[in-house]
């Protein structure tokens, strides 16, 4: 059988094994090896990043082990069950590649491993084809939250509320674990593209409460500042209030990446008043870092000349330290004084002195003087995102 100690990785494993149950130095079961490597997940979703360097070890130790597994081995359920678990974790499906040329392959319902390789490799059609018919009910809970994750994957985008189904499913299976932390940013994911703001503040309020130490943060924090700039049109003071209070719940870096990504992709879609909000948010949050500083000043600042408010726009702009911007940001540090300049340097004359009359025909040419004035604005806004030239379609 098995033996520990014939891995390069036993360290990793080791650790791995010891959480999981007191069986070091004995001979172990590929089903051992699961029980192991899902304790190392666990430890992943819950902020420990070593064990994250370890699932990895420990899933290049498995597909190794499990070469060397004579067949009969995987006529035991729980082994048959380890190997689908191990390549739907993200291990060499090499192994199974050999198993569905032997006569007597894994146990396992028919069509399980074929559907599961399909799936890993891209081939979703027969993914769909061999995995639909299968009854989750029919499984053991690791099994089942397993194929939902995989039946979810495969429905999104054309039946996300069957996507939804599911990944609650897995949320209510494996409480507190690497697939309740992926089926939580999924979900979000799904809530945010069919529009549902609240179902969307429900669910990242969830992951800010659970996750929010997860080695898997960013991807979230992706997902959540793409949807938050989405939502947030016209009275959204309540929406940005909530969405303000999930960013809390993180570490006061991350606070900052969320904030200054708003006030980023809000800058670029024209939303002033929400990048305005996203940088004073932001402001103070990693007072030790240039880059961080930098970028609030960047973004606040340039809000800033847009709403008019010139001396404060000045007053951040002039104090930045362009050596601390990647070059995207330093294309909006340049139009942002172009602006400035032109707004400064242009003579506006008073909408009193346009031409004599009466009252009546004053407020005529205050109105179109204003409309005048707004073209304007908006030209200069043509020429700035003309200089910029970012996508600000950013990763969904």
């Known amino acids: 059988m098995i033996r520990l100690l014939k891995s390069g990785f036993v360290s990793a494993f080791a650790l791995a094994v010891i959480m999981a149950q007191p069986c070091q130095g004995k001979n172990l079961e590929p089903y051992n090896y ?76 028919e069509g399980l491993l074929e559907g599961a390789l399909a799936f890993v490799t891209g081939d979703r059609r027969k993914a769909s084809e061999l995995l639909e018919p299968l009854v989750l009910d029919e499984f053991n809970y690791n099994v089942a939250a397993q194929l939902a994750m995989v039946k979810a994957a495969l429905h999104q985008g054309e039946k996300n509320d069957k996507s939804i189904e599911l990944l609650n499913l897995v949320k209510l299976l494996k409480p507190g674990t690497l697939l ?71 570490s006061r870096r991350n606070q900052a990446v969320i904030f200054l990504t708003i006030a980023r992709a809000a800058i670029l879609e024209g939303k002033l008043h929400l990048a305005e909000y996203a940088g004073q948010k932001a402001i103070g949050l990693v007072p030790d870092s240039p880059s961080f500083i930098a970028r609030t000043r960047l973004y606040l600042g340039a809000a800033n000349v847009v709403l008019e408010k010139l001396e404060e726009a000045r007053h951040l702009l002039e104090r930045i330290d362009s050596t601390r911007l990647d070059e995207q940001d330093r294309d909006i540090l340049r139009t942002a004084l172009m602006l400035l300049d032109n707004i400064e340097n242009t003579n506006w004359p008073d909408v009193e002195d346009l031409e004599p009359g009466s009252k009546h025909k004053r407020q005529d040419n205050k109105l179109v003087y204003k409309t005048k004035a707004v073209a304007r604005a908006e030209q200069l806004l043509v020429q700035a995102n003309r200089l910029l030239r970012v996508n600000t379609e950013y990763a969904k």
């Open 34 to 109: 699961i029980l192991a490597l899902q304790k190392l997940q666990d430890q992943v979703v819950h902020g420990n990043s070593q064990a994250h360097q370890a699932q990895r070890e420990m899933l290049e130790l498995m597909a190794r082990d499990f070469s060397k597994v004579k067949n009969s081995v995987w006529q035991k359920r729980k082994n048959a069950e380890a190997l689908l678990i191990f390549m739907l974790s993200g291990g060499n499906p090499k192994k199974i590649f050999e198993l569905l040329k032997i006569k007597n392959r894994p146990n396992l319902p």
């Open 180 to 250: 309740e932390e992926a089926a939580l940013r999924r979900s979000v994911a799904i809530a945010g593209e069919k529009g549902k703001k609240q179902l969307f503040l429900k669910l990242s309020s969830a992951y800010s409460r659970r996750f929010n130490r997860s080695y898997y943060v960013d991807d979230f924090i992706t997902r959540f500042t793409y949807y938050v700039v989405r939502f947030a049109n016209g009275d959204h003071k309540q929406f940005l209030h909530q969405a303000g209070t999930i960013a809390k719940r993180f």
